[in-house]
């Protein structure tokens, strides 16, 4: 199905997918009453978060990572909660442990809201997607929330395991501090564990200082360069 406002593959999914794959491509102004009848009819969680800032489009992007592997970039969509579950499932207790800090690895529809209901105009969840025909696979995910009282945001990455070290760490960060640089953030903080040193490695290399350890976790942080700010903005 065909909209000018994106496109939505219903082969295959369930009724709650297809209503939510429709749902995302409708017109924005009826959005939320879309999603509140479909909420009457019990076609979609009764909890189902919505926000109502419109799918930011310019920030799709292809890239090419440094092993050659070629991903499409784009911002979550909120009918993407099989894609993103199905990537968190898929994620090894080590990864998942460094990503969250937390054994835990139930990943249910309440907590996977905060991953795809996003409020664009201060938070981000980009997507590293492989396109495989019409089959989206997410490879990464990456998402900053904005901290209102510094302007600075909070950064986590996740690669899944079996395409760690070809490079898609990188293109999200480089592609995450383009979007905050251009939307007037001034930096980024991250929490690492110690012995995280793949991500200890990728954020130095980004150019972020650690600040100060607490209970295990270095927290690190880097001040964009104001001019280079600026000049994207
Ligand atoms: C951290 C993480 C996102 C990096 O993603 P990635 O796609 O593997 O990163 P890249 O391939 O772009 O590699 C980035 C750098 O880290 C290094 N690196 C990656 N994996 C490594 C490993 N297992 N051991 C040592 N260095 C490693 C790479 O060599 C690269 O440096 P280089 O460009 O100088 O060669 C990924 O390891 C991950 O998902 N970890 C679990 C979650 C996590 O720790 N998140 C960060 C805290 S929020």
């Known amino acids: 199905m065909v909209t000018e406002y994106g496109i939505a593959n219903l082969r295959g999914k369930s009724v709650r997918e297809r209503g939510m794959n429709l749902i995302a491509i409708s017109h924005p102004k009826f959005r939320l009453w879309l999603l509140e009848e479909a909420r009457k009819l019990s076609l979609v969680y009764r909890d189902q978060v919505y926000r109502s800032v419109e799918y930011p489009e310019d920030l799709e992007a292809w890239k090419v990572t440094k092993s050659g592997l070629r991903i499409f970039l784009r911002p979550v969509k909120i009918s993407d909660e099989p894609l993103v579950k199905e990537f968190f499932y898929s994620l090894s207790d080590k990864t998942l442990y460094r990503r969250f800090a937390s054994a835990r690895r139930d990943m249910p529809h309440s ?123």
């Open 111 to 233: 907590r996977i809201q905060d991953f795809i209901a996003v409020d664009f105009s201060r938070d981000m969840v980009i997507l590293a997607l492989l396109i495989r025909g019409d089959r989206e696979i997410v490879i990464g995910l990456a998402q900053y929330s904005k901290d209102e009282r510094d302007r600075t945001a909070e950064l986590a990455l996740v690669v899944r395991d079996d395409y760690q070290c070809q490079g898609v760490g990188t293109i999200l960060h480089i592609y995450m501090t383009s979007i905050a640089k251009k939307r007037g953030l001034v930096g980024f903080r991250a929490e690492v564990l110690e012995g995280n040193l793949p991500a200890l490695k990728l954020i130095k290399k980004m150019g972020f200082e650690m600040v100060a350890v607490d209970g295990g976790a270095k927290e690190m942080r880097i001040i964009f360069d104001q001019d280079e700010a600026r000049k994207s903005g």
